[in-house]
T-cell receptor, first 111, second 113 residues
Framework: DAGVIQSPRHEVTEMGQEVTLRCKPISGHDYLFWYRQTMMRGLELLIYFNNNVPIDDSGMPEDRFSAKMPNASFSTLKIQPSEPRDSAVYFC?????????FGSGTRLTVV | GQQLNQSPQSMFIQEGEDVSMNCTSSSIFNTWLWYKQDPGEGPVLLIALYKAGELTSNGRLTAQFGITRKDSFLNISASIPSDVGIYFCAGPNYGGSQGNLIFGKGTKLSVKP
């Protein structure tokens, strides 16, 4: 298995632009999680899905953030418009219900 | 809400030394997990603990589930340069089943050859 695949690995964008981060979970995993990692706040859960349905989006910072999971093999996290304070590493993780497998992350820099 | 407190925040040690770190919570957990994050990568699960008092090893790593269920410990024996990284403890959110984890802020380990 290729593991959890995230793209792009790095993204540099200008403030105000739309950013889309992508994730392909491990086949057969029912749960998908989006986390954000910063030095100040550590790993923060943004949103998670169970069987493609969003279960808890209380960690999504504000309306500029949205996430979708149109099918079991694909999820996106979108930021529109992006701001410099969104700069962080964004991780996707999937799970069969116990134990997470993380992707390698997308390092986002908003200038 | 639930929080996991890890200490120390960072450690600088010499190769060959043993390492100890811990994680505490104000609430009870049914499961404790320890992850390691290599630079530029996502966290990887090292050890999972499911019972109070449980002691589990994975090579040079040993983790314990505290008797009070509010803490856990990770020890690394005879450290080597590839042990460098950030070690996170994690537990289920709301202290319940493992659909959703919360993470400590990590212990950053540096090893001098």
């Amino acid at each position: 298995d290729a593991g959890v695949i995230q793209s792009p690995r790095h993204e540099v964008t200008e403030m105000g632009q739309e950013v889309t981060l992508r994730c392909k979970p491990i086949s057969g995993h029912d749960y998908l999680f989006w986390y954000r990692q910063t030095m100040m706040r550590g790993l923060e859960l943004l949103i998670y899905f169970n069987n493609n349905v969003p279960i808890d989006d209380s960690g999504m910072p504000e309306d500029r953030f949205s996430a979708k999971m149109p099918n079991a093999s694909f999820s996106t996290l979108k930021i529109q418009p992006s701001e410099p304070r969104d700069s962080a590493v964004y991780f996707c993780a999937s799970s069969p219900g116990y134990g997470y497998t993380f992707g390698s992350g997308t390092r986002l820099t908003v200038v | 809400g639930q929080q996991l407190n890890q200490s120390p925040q960072s450690m600088f040690i010499q190769e060959g030394e043993d390492v100890s770190m811990n994680c505490t919570s104000s609430s009870i957990f049914n499961t404790w997990l320890w992850y390691k994050q290599d630079p530029g990568e996502g966290p990887v699960l090292l050890i999972a603990l499911y019972k109070a008092g449980e002691l589990t090893s994975n090579g040079r790593l040993t983790a314990q589930f505290g008797i009070t269920r509010k803490d856990s410990f990770l020890n690394i024996s005879a450290s080597i340069p590839s042990d460098v990284g950030i070690y996170f403890c994690a537990g289920p959110n709301y202290g319940g089943s493992q659909g959703n984890l919360i993470f400590g802020k990590g212990t950053k380990l540096s090893v001098k050859p």
